[in-house]
């Protein structure tokens, strides 16, 4: 059936697509799919049911980063009821935020194999279990356990909701409902020491974990009863009627946690690892430290309220980095008459490179110096949650875009780096304010965001080209290549038919 011409048509039926770990690990592709089952791979579920879906995951995803934060209004309660210092409290955070970087290796291969639904149904009732675990912890040691148990479940929530996101919407569309699944995890590390704040205010610390644990069980039932299978493909399908031993060679090739860490062998993957999480962690740990001497305040709300003002840039955000970035990939697609991946990272650079680096410095040495008040720092963190949240969008949708076939893994990488970055900035930024002050830390932190703003250009001007190189030596080695559906139509314009270009890995 013909298409008007106002419709943007991918004409080729499959896209080649590379893999760094694709030897036997990968295994064989798969079976050829009808034109019918092609051009609906993006249409199976109703515009609706995408949106019922989206909210669920951006729910989910909203847990494990407040979790990550909603502890640190009240790190001197828990340091006395332990009978500890609040450094090593602050070190259980710094520890969160490790496994939150580290089961990503294990979560994303798993959701290949198995879909996405039944990770997440199995993710949030173990976040549920060890929420509970975490409230009722006996001694500092129960506590570690459970507060790196709970982060290990949490970060799955992430990485499946950016894939569902992948498996619902075409590359065109995908960054604007990214842009609001991400408004969750990006508002949680924000809103977290709000809600942590007044809670310590009036009752215990442990209360914070009661109300965690039941975000846990609410995020369980809504992942059963509205959270339908989205992936394309489970690679669980080619396992039957195996024989035995050679489905578990299979299962261990799939779910190989290092399939994660050779997606680094991509110069543009490694790049396009952002720093801006080092950047929100860095600001938000201290807060308490060192806003309630630089103003007088007495109590854990008061310093609370402070939180809000990312978490409100982030919000504001919301409505504009998705949509920003999906605007930019359209726009080039008319210059280039093609869709180049490398481009939807145009959308973010002058964020990245200028708003964001600029916020920071300006709220370092407003607070070192005690200048403009109140209003000052409150601005520029209100400026810097906005930048981000338009930042991150351009981001995951770019992992997307080039590993569509291994979505979750593409993703998987993102995170680890980004949140092993965030467990560093948790560890260093109280002793490094400490020894150098906050307006030189914040120094050092607006010149790294500067040097990856650097590298993002980098990737524009070279991605492609990298990605080429590496299918070449790929070619030479004789490695299989998957070939993976990806039929699409877009409105663009009238009279502009645009054909989507194959785009190696």
């Not at 697509?17 to 036997?24: E, I, K, M, T, W």
């Not at 310093?303 to 605007?327: I, K």
């Amino acid at each position: 059936m013909s298409l008007p011409a106002a419709t943007v048509e991918a004409k080729d039926n499959t896209a080649t697509l590379s893999d760094a770990s694709q030897d036997p690990s990968f295994g064989p592709a798969p079976a050829p799919k009808s034109d019918s089952e092609q051009g609906d791979i993006y249409d199976r579920l109703s515009p609706r049911r995408k949106a019922v879906i989206t909210a669920v995951v951006s729910f989910c995803g909203f847990l494990a980063p407040m979790s990550s934060t909603a502890v640190l209004s009240a790190i001197p309660e828990v340091a006395s009821a332990f009978n500890t210092t609040g450094t090593i409290v602050g070190l259980t955070n710094a520890i969160y935020l490790v496994f939150m970087g580290i089961s990503p290796c294990f979560w994303a291969p798993l959701s290949q194999v198995y879909g996405r639904r039944w990770i997440s149904l199995s993710s949030a009732f173990l976040f549920f279990v060890c929420s509970l675990g975490t409230a009722l912890s006996p001694n500092l040691a129960a506590f570690f356990i459970f507060r790196a148990l709970t982060a290990f479940q949490g970060t799955s929530f992430l990485i499946i909701g950016t894939s569902c996101i992948g498996d619902m919407y075409r590359p065109t569309e995908r960054a604007t409902a990214l842009g609001w699944y991400l408004s969750g995890a990006i508002i949680g590390p924000a809103i977290g020491p709000f809600i942590g704040g007044v809670i310590v205010t009036y009752r215990s610390w442990r209360v914070i974990f009661y109300l965690q644990t039941a975000f846990g069980g609410l995020a369980t039932i809504l992942v059963c009863f509205f959270q339908q299978e989205t992936i394309h493909r489970k690679r669980s399908e080619e396992l039957l009627g195996l024989p035995v031993l050679k489905k578990a060679r299979l299962l261990w090739q799939w779910t190989n946690p290092i399939r994660v860490f050779k997606l680094y062998r991509y110069p543009n993957f490694a790049v396009a690892s952002a720093m801006l999480v080092w950047t929100q962690y860095s600001i938000l740990t201290p807060i308490r430290y060192i806003i309630n001497p630089r103003f007088g305040l007495k109590t854990p709300i008061q310093s609370a309220l402070f939180y809000l003002a990312p978490g409100l840039g982030s919000l504001a955000g919301t409505f504009v980095g998705g949509r920003w970035a999906d605007h930019t990939v359209k726009q080039w697609m008319r210059i280039r008459g093609t869709r180049v991946p490398e481009d939807r990272l145009r959308s973010c650079l002058p964020f990245l490179g200028a708003l964001v680096p600029g916020s920071i410095l300006i709220y370092g040495w407003s607070i070192e110096k005690r200048a403009g008040g109140i209003p000052l720092p409150v601005i520029v963190m209100f400026l810097q949650g906005c930048g981000q949240l338009i930042c991150f969008p351009s981001l995951n949708a770019y992992f997307l875009d080039v590993m569509q076939s291994r979505s979750a893994e593409a993703v998987a990488s993102n995170y680890m780096a980004r949140y092993l970055l965030a467990a560093v900035a948790s560890a260093v930024v109280l002793p490094a304010v400490e020894g150098i002050g906050v307006g030189w830390f914040s120094t050092i932190t607006m010149a790294v965001l500067v040097l990856s703003a650097a590298g993002i250009y980098a990737t524009i001007l070279w991605g492609e080209s990298w990605r080429d190189t590496i299918q070449r030596k790929q070619q030479a080695r004789g490695e299989k290549e998957e070939k993976v559906p990806v039929s699409e139509s877009v409105s663009i314009e009238p009279q502009c038919n645009v054909q989507d270009r194959k785009d190696p890995v």
